[in-house]
Nanobody
Framework: QEQLVESGGGLAQAGGSLRLSCEAS????????MGWYRQAPGKRRELVAS???????NYADSVKGRFTISRDNAKNTVFLQMNSLKPEDTAVYSC??????????WGQGTQVTVSS
């Protein structure tokens, strides 16, 4: 019954911006951590950014200074503001959350493509 729905992906030019959203619904227990992962074809999945319920955030070195993660606890939504996009940011971005029971959930993923 729990569901994560990502949105906001698409095509952007290098130097442009996109804002990803992930809304969690149907969760009986409170959400702890929320994060964004990405995986490009032929590459391993990597953590892009994460944020705790208290608002502490962490970023991959490759996106630090360009991406910003935030969350709206009232709406159970996590955002990823992506600025100064580079072609190497092209990947499928997936939302992941952990609830208070330490169960993890994944969204279906949204494609982000950055052209030169």
């Amino acid at each position: 019954q729990e569901q994560l729905v990502e949105s906001g992906g698409g095509l952007a030019q290098a130097g442009g911006s996109l804002r990803l959203s992930c809304e969690a619904s149907g969760f009986f227990f409170n959400i702890n951590d929320m994060g964004w992962y990405r995986q490009a074809p032929g590459k391993r999945r990597e953590l892009v950014a994460s944020i705790t319920r208290g608002g502490n955030s962490n970023y991959a070195d490759s996106v630090k200074g360009r991406f910003t993660i935030s969350r709206d606890n009232a709406k159970n939504t996590v955002f990823l503001q992506m600025n100064s996009l580079k072609p190497e940011d092209t990947a499928v971005y997936s939302c992941s959350i952990t609830d208070r029971r330490l169960r993890t959930y994944w969204g279906q993923g949204t494609q982000v493509t950055v052209s030169s």
